[in-house]
């Protein structure tokens, strides 16, 4: 099983990015799949998911109107939009999928938001 982050990087603050996660070794399609981030000092925290088949997602608070969670069955790849980012959403970015009884996590990529 594998879940390869990328996208991350440095962007100003107002700036945009956007996340891939490619996943393999597994049924993607049956999984949900969620994307987390952890700055430094600070716990692990949820931003965004998507169900299985795509029709349903969440957002942290801090993230609504902002970001947007999206996933390509056929590709087997969940993407997180990134707009108008801010000093406060630095962190690294972990991309997850669980059913009833996995989860599997990803490596995680850096987002660095600064001017």
């Known amino acids: 099983v594998q879940l390869v982050e990328s996208g991350g990087g440095l962007v100003q603050p107002g700036g945009s990015l956007r996340l891939s996660c490619a996943a393999s070794?597994?049924?993607?399609?049956?999984?949900?799949m969620s994307w987390h981030r952890q700055a430094p000092g600070k716990e692990r925290e949820l931003v965004a998911q998507?169900?299985?088949?795509?029709?349903?997602?969440n957002y942290a608070d801090s993230v609504k109107g902002r970001f947007t969670i999206s996933r390509n069955n056929a590709k087997n790849t969940v993407y997180l939009q990134m707009n108008s980012l801010k000093p406060e959403d630095t962190a690294v970015y972990y991309c997850?999928?669980?059913?009833?009884?996995?989860?599997?996590w990803g490596q995680g990529t850096q987002v660095t938001v600064s001017s």
């Open positions: 998507i169900s299985s088949a795509g029709g349903s997602t």
């Open positions: 070794g597994f049924t993607f399609r049956t999984y949900a």
């Open positions: 997850k999928a669980f059913n009833m009884a996995l989860v599997y």
